[in-house]
């Protein structure tokens, strides 16, 4: 009888223990309005993380060099950026790509106003472009499309503003000819009858990974555990995403703010970017970081392992 009595009190102690509580992780997005970035807010409101035991709060920081900063402070605990941030990690940033998020950058244009004289890409020569920050996958593209063109990396001249507000008034006050903007935001513009994409930018990147998930490297050497979590959280979202249209352009329309109906359209045209399991591409990290020094932006080539970190992948949520 009294070992029913003590199996029966193991079980009240058990049902009255408070739950453990879930581990609270930042991650930030380098651009706010980016349909690849929806991924970490499907997991949130679906709650897809907290399954892993993760309380995950999402920032706009609204460019990269923000967004490495604020992850060199310890303010951001993973960031989803453009694959040209290795060079950060390269320059000694305290931090390491573990995953890939997305392959070409189709996601990404070069934007004019919907009456401007500039019509192909041809007319982009010469003229100075918008674009979120210095050293971010903006300036890399806008460049790489310099050099395919054949006019030499400073045949356009790239113009960090910041954010995608600041870039869209220089645009309409004609102090740029054009502006580097997402897909989304660009199909809003063109809805409303102030912008026209002039081309978008997958071409110049075929072997690529236009976004990856960085960690801070802190992080990374003294819970391992919880980045495995968080990964395994974030490519469950995005499989998620890929058998559920509805519901990720729902989402997608509130984070984004646009149209429920770009939302569906870009939806279609990007899924099939993202990541299912985060694998890097080595072809990849070499083509970026031969650019990085064709670019001038680093002296010397950076090994593997002071950018990146593959311990996790495959991600298998």
Same mark, same amino acid.
């Given at each position: 009888?009294?070992?029913?009595?003590?199996?029966? =009190? $193991?079980?009240?102690? =058990?049902?009255?223990?408070? $739950?453990?509580?879930?581990?609270?992780?930042?991650?930030?997005?380098? *651009?706010?309005? =980016?349909?690849?970035?929806?991924?970490?807010?499907?997991?949130?409101?679906?709650?897809?993380?907290?399954?892993?035991?993760?309380?995950?709060?999402?920032? #706009?920081?609204? #460019? @990269?060099?923000?967004?490495?900063?604020?992850?060199? $402070?310890?303010?951001? /605990?993973?960031?989803?950026? &453009? !694959?040209?941030?290795?060079?950060? @990690?390269?320059?000694?940033?305290?931090?390491?790509?573990?995953?890939?998020?997305?392959?070409?950058?189709?996601?990404?244009?070069?934007?004019?106003?919907?009456?401007?004289?500039? +019509?192909?890409?041809?007319?982009?020569?010469?003229?100075?472009?918008?674009?979120?920050?210095?050293? &971010?996958?903006?300036?890399?593209? *806008?460049?790489?499309? $310099?050099?395919?063109?054949?006019?030499?990396?400073?045949?356009?001249?790239?113009?960090?503003? !910041?954010?995608?507000?600041?870039?869209?008034? @220089?645009?309409?006050?004609? %102090?740029?000819?054009?502006?580097?903007?997402?897909?989304?935001?660009?199909? %809003?513009?063109?809805?409303?009858?102030?912008?026209?994409? *002039?081309?978008?930018? !997958?071409?110049?990147?075929?072997?690529?990974?236009?976004?990856?998930?960085?960690?801070?490297?802190?992080?990374? /050497?003294?819970?391992?555990?919880?980045?495995?979590?968080?990964? +395994?959280?974030?490519?469950?979202?995005?499989?998620?995403? +890929?058998?559920?249209?509805?519901?990720?352009?729902?989402?997608? &329309?509130?984070?984004?703010?646009?149209?429920?109906?770009?939302?569906?359209?870009?939806?279609?045209?990007?899924?099939?970017?993202?990541?299912?399991?985060?694998?890097? #591409?080595? @072809?990849?990290?070499?083509?970026?970081?031969?650019?990085?020094?064709?670019?001038?932006?680093?002296?010397?080539?950076? &090994?593997?392992?002071?950018?990146? /970190?593959?311990?996790? =992948?495959?991600? +298998?949520?």
């Amino acid at each position: 009888m009294n070992r029913f009595i003590s199996i029966a =009190l $193991a079980f009240i102690a =058990l049902a009255g223990a408070p $739950a453990r509580a879930a581990d609270h992780v930042v991650v930030g997005k380098a *651009v706010a309005a =980016l349909w690849a970035f929806v991924p970490a807010d499907v997991g949130v409101h679906e709650g897809i993380f907290a399954k892993y035991g993760l309380d995950v709060e999402v920032l #706009n920081l609204g #460019n @990269a060099p923000r967004l490495h900063q604020a992850m060199t $402070a310890g303010s951001v /605990d993973f960031a989803m950026s &453009s !694959g040209a941030d290795l060079a950060f @990690a390269a320059k000694g940033e305290p931090a390491r790509a573990i995953a890939a998020l997305a392959t070409d950058p189709r996601n990404v244009s070069i934007t004019t106003l919907a009456d401007s004289p500039v +019509k192909t890409v041809a007319d982009l020569k010469g003229q100075r472009i918008a674009i979120s920050g210095a050293g &971010s996958i903006s300036e890399w593209l *806008v460049r790489q499309m $310099a050099i395919q063109e054949g006019w030499g990396k400073d045949g356009v001249t790239p113009t960090p503003l !910041g954010s995608n507000d600041a870039n869209l008034a @220089a645009l309409r006050t004609h %102090q740029v000819a054009a502006m580097f903007a997402s897909v989304e935001a660009a199909l %809003q513009l063109e809805a409303k009858g102030i912008g026209r994409i *002039v081309t978008t930018m !997958g071409k110049y990147a075929p072997i690529f990974h236009a976004h990856m998930i960085f960690v801070r490297k802190p992080l990374l /050497d003294q819970n391992p555990q919880l980045v495995d979590r968080f990964l +395994k959280g974030f490519f469950a979202s995005i499989a998620f995403m +890929k058998t559920n249209k509805e519901k990720t352009s729902e989402i997608a &329309s509130a984070s984004l703010h646009v149209d429920r109906a770009i939302a569906d359209k870009v939806y279609d045209q990007q899924v099939d970017m993202l990541e299912t399991d985060g694998h890097i #591409n080595p @072809a990849a990290v070499e083509l970026m970081k031969n650019s990085f020094l064709e670019m001038g932006m680093l002296q010397t080539k950076p &090994s593997n392992d002071q950018i990146i /970190d593959t311990r996790f =992948l495959p991600v +298998k949520p």
